[in-house]
């Protein structure tokens, strides 16, 4: 059986970070992920996927992605089942994130973490001289290759 899910889409809201009663590190956030395809005439639409990601994977994402932060999810897809406040029975589905990337630009998530800046120019670059044909001499005797 298979059950994988990779999904590339904009974070809708800062992720929350929470701790269980068991001390384990727990981050929920959903992701807005454009629709393939638009009627002619219409806007694209998007689908808005609750995630969940566990332990290292959710300090990672409360650490580094906020709102309008593009991300990169793989995961698999969950299913839960819960009352609602009149007592109905409800389901939820959510991505259980195994593995999290950074997509896009610096410039467009408008911040920089200096731990991955780049860094600064300290000399110019050297310059090379560029060779003429006398520099190369041909080789004439095939026994002596290397190859």
């Given at each position: 059986?298979?059950?994988s899910i990779?999904?590339?889409?904009?974070?809708?809201?800062?992720?929350?970070?929470?701790?269980?009663?068991?001390?384990?590190?727990?981050?929920?956030?959903?992701?807005?992920?454009?629709?393939?395809?638009?009627?002619?005439?219409?806007e694209r639409?998007?689908?808005?996927?609750?995630?969940?990601?566990?332990?290292?994977t959710a300090?990672?994402?409360?650490?580094?992605?906020?709102?309008?932060?593009?991300?990169?999810v793989?995961g698999?897809?969950?299913?839960?089942?819960?009352?609602d406040?009149?007592g109905?029975?409800?389901?939820?589905?959510?991505?259980?994130?195994?593995?999290?990337?950074?997509?896009?630009?610096?410039?467009?998530?408008?911040?920089?973490n200096?731990?991955?800046?780049?860094?600064?120019?300290?000399?110019?670059?050297?310059?090379?001289?560029?060779?003429?044909?006398?520099?190369?001499?041909?080789i004439?005797?095939?026994?002596?290759?290397?190859?």
């Amino acid at each position: 059986m298979l059950n994988s899910i990779v999904l590339m889409g904009r974070l809708v809201a800062d992720p929350e970070l929470r701790t269980t009663t068991t001390g384990r590190s727990v981050c929920s956030f959903r992701i807005a992920v454009d629709r393939s395809y638009a009627k002619a005439g219409e806007e694209r639409k998007a689908d808005f996927i609750p995630i969940v990601a566990w332990e290292g994977t959710a300090n990672f994402v409360s650490r580094y992605f906020s709102k309008g932060s593009m991300i990169a999810v793989q995961g698999q897809l969950q299913s839960r089942q819960y009352e609602d406040n009149t007592g109905a029975k409800r389901t939820a589905y959510e991505v259980l994130a195994r593995e999290v990337s950074f997509c896009g630009s610096k410039a467009e998530t408008g911040s920089v973490n200096p731990a991955f800046s780049a860094p600064a120019a300290s000399a110019p670059a050297p310059a090379y001289q560029t060779a003429t044909p006398g520099d190369f001499e041909e080789i004439t005797d095939d026994e002596d290759l290397p190859f």
